[in-house]
């Protein structure tokens, strides 16, 4: 099983952020667009693995606050000027950063580490050739994501809502031609800010 470890985001922003990618998706034919249906805040990617129950378990001891989150500005990895993914950015306070470190130190005795460096939280909609952040040998810039980084110079400061996460996710990722479908495999509640945790 492929698996990752997420939150979910409300249906209003998952609309609005769907309506600028369709606007964007024009300009750049030539990358792999992810579907709204998809939209996530990812906190951990676990990869294939047979550990279903070991990792329900250990998400069940993450304890954390229910999460702020606002949705705004978009950016690229790894830089504009060789854009590989294309993202919406993400702000909140301590509490994102503090689950995230939960979710990672319950995952660790079962063999799962974090990626290297810090926490960036963002919402992916598009990537390009491999779909890796730093390309893989002999790929190149999608010319489509240079079009979309020129187009969004013209346009004012994005902003697509703000809300709060109250659950974090378990997530299966079965690959396809079609793009990757999502199934949550566990939902684990986080606790109202400011209520003992």
């Not at 698996?3 to 998706?25: C, P």
């Not at 004012?156 to 199934?183: D, W």
Request: charged share 25%.
């Amino acid at each position: 099983m492929r698996l990752f470890v997420a939150l979910d985001i409300d249906s209003e922003i998952r609309r609005r952020i769907g309506e600028f990618r369709n606007q964007m998706r024009a300009l750049a034919p030539d990358v792999r667009w992810v579907g709204p249906e998809t939209f996530h805040v990812t906190l951990q990617f676990l990869g294939e693995t047979e550990k279903l129950e070991g990792i329900r378990s250990a998400l069940q001891q993450v304890k954390g606050a229910a999460v702020p989150l606002a949705f705004r500005g978009t950016g690229f990895f790894p830089g504009a000027k060789s854009p590989r993914v294309f993202w919406v950015g993400i702000a909140s306070d301590a509490r994102l950063q503090e689950l995230a470190n939960s979710v990672s130190a319950a995952l660790k005795p079962l063999g799962f580490e974090r990626d290297a460096g810090p926490y960036k939280p963002h919402l992916t909609l598009a990537r390009a050739g491999s779909g890796r952040p730093k390309p893989v040998c002999g790929e190149h810039s999608a010319p489509g994501l240079l079009a979309v980084r020129a187009k969004l110079e013209s346009l004012a400061p994005l902003e697509f809502g703000t809300m709060t996460a109250r659950v974090f996710c378990l997530y299966e990722s079965k690959l396809s031609p079609k793009g990757a479908q999502y199934t949550k495999m566990a939902r684990y509640a986080l606790s109202e800010p400011g209520l003992p945790v």
